[in-house]
T-cell receptor, first 111, second 113 residues
Framework: RKEVEQDPGPFNVPEGATVAFNCTYS??????FFWYRQDCRKEPKLLMS???SGNEDGRFTAQLNRASQYISLLIRDSKLSDSATYLC????????????FGSGTRLSIRP | DGGITQSPKYLFRKEGQNVTLSCEQN?????MYWYRQDPGQGLRLIYY???????QKGDIAEGYSVSREKKESFPLTVTSAQKNPTAFYLC????????????FGEGSWLTVV
């Protein structure tokens, strides 16, 4: 089983739709969690951190479920500019080798 | 202008040649990392450094070497021993490895010709 797993997609949804991604992780001792966005042939950029209480930033909402060991990202009222690959990142401890990146979920928003 | 600067952005290498990718940061971050990304794949850790003059191997260190003589700089050398070096290389930093956000440079595309 991979340490961090994401559905690779692609998810192809119409503009204005709500879309949700999940990411599961295997290390129950993982300490911090993030969602990154990566555009084609560009570097990943931090989208948001994920907290147990959940957090929201505009149209984006991230949730952490420690009991089931998954994090989620919800995008409401999707825009064409949301088309990208979304990477789940899990930090399992005090060593850099414990920072694990998912392979990413591709999202394509159509007009 | 603050941030992480990688150079060159595009590099072509002949088989058997060593090449060095530069990474410079002015964020005053302690930790620096090198990742490799292949098409459709996740990021894989090559090397990381938590302090000056110290670095550790990541998951795929074979065929690569690094140095950390200055806090600001963490160059990566891709040696001829790396059998399949064509990839996207990303340098990253964080102010400490544990629980902190990672920030990336714009990346370097290496192609073996």
């Amino acid at each position: 089983r991979k340490e961090v797993e994401q559905d690779p997609g692609p998810f192809n949804v119409p503009e204005g739709a709500t879309v949700a991604f999940n990411c599961t992780y295997s290390n129950s001792a993982s300490q911090s969690f993030f969602w990154y966005r990566q555009d084609c042939r560009k570097e990943p950029k931090l989208l948001m951190s994920v907290y147990s209480s959940g957090n929201e930033d505009g149209r984006f909402t991230a949730q952490l479920n420690r009991a089931s060991q998954y994090i989620s990202l919800l995008i409401r009222d999707s825009k064409l500019s949301d088309s990208a690959t979304y990477l789940c990142v899990v930090n399992g401890g005090s060593s850099a080798s414990k920072i694990i990146f998912g392979s990413g979920t591709r999202l394509s928003i159509r007009p | 202008d603050g941030g992480i600067t990688q150079s060159p952005k595009y590099l072509f290498r002949k088989e058997g040649q060593n090449v060095t990718l530069s990474c410079e940061q002015n964020l005053n971050h302690d930790a620096m990392y090198w990742y490799r990304q292949d098409p459709g794949q996740g990021l894989r850790l090559i090397y990381y450094s938590q302090i000056v003059n110290d670095f550790q191997k990541g998951d795929i260190a074979e065929g690569y070497s690094v140095s950390r003589e200055k806090k600001e700089s963490f160059p990566l050398t891709v040696t001829s021993a790396q059998k399949n070096p064509t990839a996207f290389y990303l340098c990253a930093t964080s102010d400490r490895p544990s629980g902190n956000t990672i920030y990336f440079g714009e990346g370097s595309w290496l192609t073996v010709v």
